[in-house]
């Protein structure tokens, strides 16, 4: 069992920054890929950007592509999303996810409960 909890959200303006934290505890991630998912209001959850267990690899969404990186630090268990250049339309609550897998796949075990992010216009 890993519990996550994500940090880090809040209101910021459109062309601002956040970084996003997800820590993890009831056992090591330093073998599952992570993910981050986003939810807006009316919509179905969206994947965000994944990266594998040793960090070596990661991927995106195109719509984030350029101005969010994810990374990890298995040394504290946890794993981070910097988000910069933010819009309106990045609008949602996030989620952290630990992946079944070392590598990326679509297949998450654990979920968090979520951050909101409100980016202002």
């Known amino acids: 069992q890993v519990l996550l909890v994500e940090s880090g959200g809040g209101l910021v303006q459109a062309g601002g920054s956040l970084r996003l934290s997800c820590a993890t505890s009831g056992r090591s991630i330093s073998r599952n890929a992570m993910g981050w998912f986003r939810q807006a209001p009316g919509k179905e959850r969206e994947f965000v950007a994944a990266i594998t267990a040793s960090g070596g690899s990661t991927d995106y969404a195109d719509s984030v592509k350029g101005r969010f990186i994810i990374s990890r630090d298995n040394a504290k268990n946890t794993v981070y999303l910097q988000m910069s250049s933010l819009k309106p339309e990045d609008t949602a609550v996030y989620y952290c996810?630990?992946?079944?897998?070392?590598?990326?796949?679509?297949?998450?075990?654990?979920w968090g409960q979520g951050t909101q992010v409100t980016v202002s216009s």
């Open positions: 996810a630990a992946g079944r897998w070392l590598i990326i796949a679509p297949d998450y075990d654990f």
